[in-house]
């Protein structure tokens, strides 16, 4: 299929919105695949949109905040092919008793006014927060998170902190810092430092969250070949392996594209053309 006009096109540099060290985590995905150039913006302050550690508190929820970084570095470097992310973490929204790292990663095309947008969830995160009150108990959350390789903040307390201390590289700082905040407060909280660059767990999600920004941007559409051709909803009706009879989990995923409105539906990616019996209202009512 030729190509169209609403293709990024090789050779664009992407501005990378980010002060954590992220670009150096897409900037081969991106040229290798895509032949575009990421930048980091310079001297872009994404901690006014809230920081991990408490000083900023979010105003708005992760996807709002990735367009809001996106628009702002577009409006400060008068660049029109904006990189930018953000993560969230906390309780899984489906299984209990596990956290989770949902990072969003955007790329804004204002030139031809698309944009693009990979969201990617995942387990395998070390973030964690405890309220100490002793160096022993200290010593043990460092073992459990991974530090040094993770980094992590102590804070006076959780929320709302007046005293933070961060990118404390060795076991004697971080000593310390918490023996400070106990003679101050008796009381000291400690967490995983979730930054890109002081989180090896939080980098692999970005690099896994850009590789599916990327499959996304190279699916082109059938009719006309714009690229990110996704799915945006799903069709049910999946066939039990006894009865035959239709399910309510997934059997399609339905595509469209965002240029031309061309629509087409697509088989599920893990190939399943059955569903166990088990969830079936006529074997299992």
């Avoid at 991990?52 to 708005?60: A, C, I, K, L």
């Avoid at 309510?248 to 031309?260: F, G």
Wanted: proline share 5%; with cysteine; glycine share 6%.
């Amino acid at each position: 299929m030729e190509r169209s006009k609403f293709l990024l096109g090789e050779g664009r540099t992407a501005l990378f919105a980010t002060k954590h060290g992220k670009g150096l985590l897409v900037q081969s995905l991106f040229n290798d695949q895509l032949g575009i150039q990421v930048q980091v913006a310079p001297e872009f302050d994404t901690d006014v949109f809230g920081t991990f550690s408490g000083e900023v508190n979010r105003r708005d929820s992760a996807l709002e905040t990735v367009r809001r970084k996106a628009k702002a570095a577009a409006e400060k470097y008068g660049h029109d092919l904006i990189l930018a992310s953000e993560g969230s973490f906390g309780p899984h929204p489906e299984i209990f008793f596990a956290h989770a790292n949902e990072e969003y990663l955007l790329l804004a095309d204002y030139k031809n006014k698309r944009e693009y947008l990979a969201k990617h969830l995942t387990t395998d995160t070390n973030f964690s927060g405890e309220r100490l009150t002793n160096l022993t108990d200290l010593a043990t959350f460092l073992q459990k998170v991974g530090f040094p390789e993770a980094k992590v903040i102590l804070k006076n307390r959780e929320e709302n902190p007046d005293v933070v201390s961060k990118d404390l590289a060795s076991e004697e700082e971080v000593a310390t810092a918490a023996q400070d905040l106990l003679n101050r407060f008796g009381s000291f909280y400690v967490e995983t430092d979730m930054r890109a660059m002081n989180n090896p767990l939080r980098r692999k999600a970005i690099a896994e969250t850009a590789q599916k920004l990327i499959e996304k941007i190279k699916s082109l559409c059938p009719n006309c070949a714009a690229p990110g051709f996704d799915w945006y909803d799903v069709k049910t009706g999946l066939p039990c392996e006894l009865c035959q009879q239709p399910t309510n989990s997934v059997l399609a995923l339905k595509h469209r594209c965002e240029v031309c409105q061309f629509e087409n539906e697509q088989p599920r990616p893990d190939n399943k053309s059955f569903e166990s019996a088990m969830y079936c209202n006529y074997c299992n009512p």
